[in-house]
């Protein structure tokens, strides 16, 4: 297994999640690493990519000042740090490997998905 999410849950809208996607070593010497989300019946979002040197970070407008993208290469892990979740963020949540141009789209590497639910 090369990337495998984990951390989602269920938290109240404006609370705080983590998610964490342990990566192996090769992806992330190499691959920028990111997380796409996707609710049934709409499109994959791109939502945060992380380079692999420098860290360069780059944010979907939709999670822009409330999610943040880190990498912590000696614990080979990317997070994503959710905060002011809003009901719309429900989503199945994916790190795969990412690219930017206009957007953030997926470059071929995907790890499972992992369910964020945001509802009182």
């Known amino acids: 297994v090369q990337l495998q999410a984990y951390g989602g849950g269920l938290v109240q809208p404006g609370g705080s999640l983590r998610l964490s996607c342990a990566a192996s070593?090769?992806?992330?010497?190499?691959?920028?690493i990111g997380w796409f989300r996707q609710v049934p019946g709409k499109e994959r979002e791109g939502i945060s990519c992380?380079?692999?040197?420098?860290?360069?970070?780059y944010y979907a407008d939709s999670v822009k000042g409330r999610f943040t993208i880190s990498r912590d290469n000696a614990k080979n892990t990317v997070y994503l740090q959710m905060n002011s979740l809003k009901p719309e963020d429900t989503a199945v949540y994916y790190c795969?490997?990412?690219?930017?141009?206009?957007?953030?789209?997926?470059?071929?590497?995907w790890g499972q998905g992992t369910l964020v639910t945001v509802s009182s």
């Open positions: 992380i380079m692999s040197s420098p860290s360069r970070t």
């Open positions: 070593r090769f992806l992330l010497d190499y691959y920028a």
């Open positions: 795969a490997t990412c690219g930017v141009n206009m957007s953030i789209y997926p470059t071929g590497y």
